[in-house]
């Protein structure tokens, strides 16, 4: 079991460092709030300026993709311990997942995009 | 420390996994296990909606048209907001959790019970959340006319807001013969009962009204902002698709037909909310169990409170997929 003395109190790379574990928790319960005001912000006020696309998807999609997975990075690491855990477990969890999603999600999004083509250029039309 | 936490009876046999090369207990390493593959049985349903939306990129459903409700708000246009408040409910109740599991590294049981109950009416209240959410999206708001190929036909008026099948068809007579407990069933009917309005109805409630026009699914690029938007017919060509290619009403969204959209948006929603909402049912449970066992001394016996570590990490996972499921239907 972890001791005390065994959390890690750094966040943002040393550039934030906490009294306590307690302390820490709340001030990621912070930082994860205010990422998902700006989410929220973003969604409902959907500047024009973020409409232009980069790689088939907006700039706004990106931003909140990008939003989502620093969310996941500190849920995983300060709430869950992942932080507080040596390499080898983290990296058998966080490798594993991160190869076989982006490979499944690359080609899944590629076949989408294929079959969508098929239909919009098909000799028949399909809004009937 | 670790050799008093005799849960497995391995610890010290090196081939009985009793040594802990990464340093996590057996339980703890199990839980791990158990999340990575959930957290790629998860990916797969998200990488699944993705590719279905990608092959109907031009006619989605707008999400923020479709949860817009806010309760004790009715009729106001609030997209999003609920399902923000739900994540904060749900990030709340993490922050809860990892609360209790810090108290039981100072073996303070009280605070760990505390700090239980308080998750425990987090994950509560985010599960009905949820269920309001379903109720709002199965009954529909507008309501909408399906079309002989699946799609979907929803009306708009002069300033091209949507405008409720409610506001502008009256129902018509019905040939219901009702019936009793003698006869075994309800009513006999010709009309279609499925909807509350009929399709002439609405064709002729439509013809009446010439302010009104149809929107079809497909999403047309607005030039000027950039923003995607749904297409809005003349009123000519809307009365000739009404005519020709409309087959029945639809009203709310199920597994085979949906007033907002593709059907498979509904679909999806349904599988992967539901599942992410089953996970939070079964956290909800799980930490119920553990909440009991603190309250009657079982870690305190047992003197540690790793089985509160345990169930917190499955309650973390269950928010950190909430995180993507909120992007990927809500924002994105």
Known sequence: MADQTAHKLEIFRGLIKFKSNTQKIWGVLIFLSLVTIVEVALGYIKPNILNNHLLGLKYLNWIFIILTLVKAYYITWDFMHMRDEVSGLRRAVVWTSVFLITYLIAILLIEGEYIYQIYKNAAVSFDF | MDTTVATTGTEGQVWGGGNEPLGASYGKLMMWFFILSDALTFSGFLAAYGFSRFKFIEEWPIADEVFNHFPFMHGTDAPMFYVALMTFILIGSSVTMVLAVDAGHYMNRKKVAFYLLLTIIGGLVFVGSQAWEWKNFINGEYGAVKTKGGKVLQFVDANGKRIALDAFVTVGAR????????????????????????????KEAFANRSDLKIRTQVLTLNEKTGASEKTILSREASLAKLETDGVSVVEGANLVENEYGAPLFADFFFFITGFHG??????????????????????????SYEMVEKVGLYWHFVDLVWVFVFTFFYLV
């Open chain 2, 278 to 303: 089953f996970h939070v049912f079964s956290g909800v449970i799980f930490n119920m169990i553990v909440f009991f066992n603190v309250l009657i001394g079982t870690y305190e016996r047992r003197g």
């Open chain 2, 175 to 202: 040939d219901v013969a009702n019936q009793g407990n003698s006869e075994g069933i309800w009513f006999e009917t010709s009309t279609v009962t499925t909807a509350t309005y009929t399709l002439d109805e609405v």
